[in-house]
């Protein structure tokens, strides 16, 4: 059974720092991209970061370009997901993502397969 666990989540003051994690169990993702997703309440879920199966290609959305950095590990079987800098509209559950078949991102959330169960991420100002 494939799994994938955040954890990383807290709250945390404007202008700080937080480190998300995104562990996969049941198969290897070393060949599929993955990526990040949030969803605020009363919002839709939105792509925040994507990276491809090697790390060579990332994708970030505008609002966090600059102050979020997306990697992974492969040994591991890990995803990263690096926040900076947080402002209180990053506020939402964070999502890990992973694609089935594919070795390149997307920010579309139609294109994922295989979801976690989200963590929460709380910047107040």
């Known amino acids: 059974q494939v799994q994938l666990v955040e954890s990383g989540g807290g709250s945390v003051q404007a202008g700080g720092s937080l480190r998300l994690s995104c562990a996969a169990s049941?198969?290897?993702?070393?060949?599929?991209?993955m990526g990040w997703f949030r969803q605020a309440p009363g919002k839709e879920r939105e792509s925040v970061a994507a990276?491809?199966?090697?790390?060579?290609?990332?994708y970030y959305a505008d609002s966090v370009k600059g102050r979020f950095t997306i990697s992974r590990d492969n040994a591991k079987n890990t995803v990263y997901l690096q926040m900076n800098s947080l402002k209180p509209e990053d506020t939402a559950v964070y999502y890990c993502?992973?694609?089935?078949?594919?070795?390149?991102?997307?920010?579309?959330?139609?294109?994922?397969?295989?979801w976690g169960q989200g963590t929460q991420v709380t910047v107040s100002s």
């Open positions: 993502a992973a694609r089935r078949a594919s070795t390149y991102y997307s920010s579309s959330h139609a294109a994922y397969d295989y």
């Open positions: 049941g198969r290897t993702f070393a060949n599929n991209a």
């Open positions: 990276i491809s199966w090697n790390g060579g290609s990332t």
